[in-house]
């Protein structure tokens, strides 16, 4: 084993007074409180460099190890779309059609889902995240740590970016997703995590009525 001395540089951080750090925090908490999954999409283009920015932001997620295990491939060809539609929807009608549990189908009633999925054609742009169960360099492979935690930290930077940029996204998990691997002809390390349609929602676009979780049955003090 190599040995390496670590490498430290100053930390810069950023400081706010008192009110502005609980004006920020407030504001923030109001901002995100704001977010919904949407899955009625316009099918108005995005520029090209807001889909680098969000993705680079959710880029800048911690990770085990820094290892930053993580693929986004962004589909906007309108024939792999077409693709990646038709085989979510032949799982999903096997998924709405006797594999999911009785209770599983009572729970998403009021989503108003079922197997039909055309948003994976309309929203401009798929994002389809992929974890790298380990790091392929040539013929040797290297590990990666905590892949499912990193790799979820870093979707929920992109959803919390995708919201900053003014459009919506849906975190879509058709089950099994094999099938991305092989449309996107991703290599043997990457495994399928979420498939996020990202994009401007429609005019008429419309959301379950839904409302959060109180503080109290959230957070827990110990003091
Ligand atoms: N994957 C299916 C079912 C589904 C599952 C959960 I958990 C949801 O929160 C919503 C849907 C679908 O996309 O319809």
Redesign the pocket.
Known sequence: MQHTEPKFVPYKGIRYTRPEMLNRSREFYQYMDKRR?VRDFSSKPVPREVIDNIVMTASTSPSGAHKQPWAFCVVSNPDIKKKIREA?EK??YL??HGR?SEE?VQ??LV?G???N?PFLETAPYLIAVFKKAYELEGEEKRKNYYVNESVGLACGFLLAAIHNAGLVA??????PMNFLQEILGRPENERPFLLIPVGYAADDARIPCLSRKTIDEVLVYYE
């Not at 849906?170 to 089950?175: M, V, W």
């Open positions: 999954t979510a799982e999903e998924n709405y999911m599983w729970d998403l989503f889902t079922d197997w999925k849906l975190t879509h998990t058709p089950s």
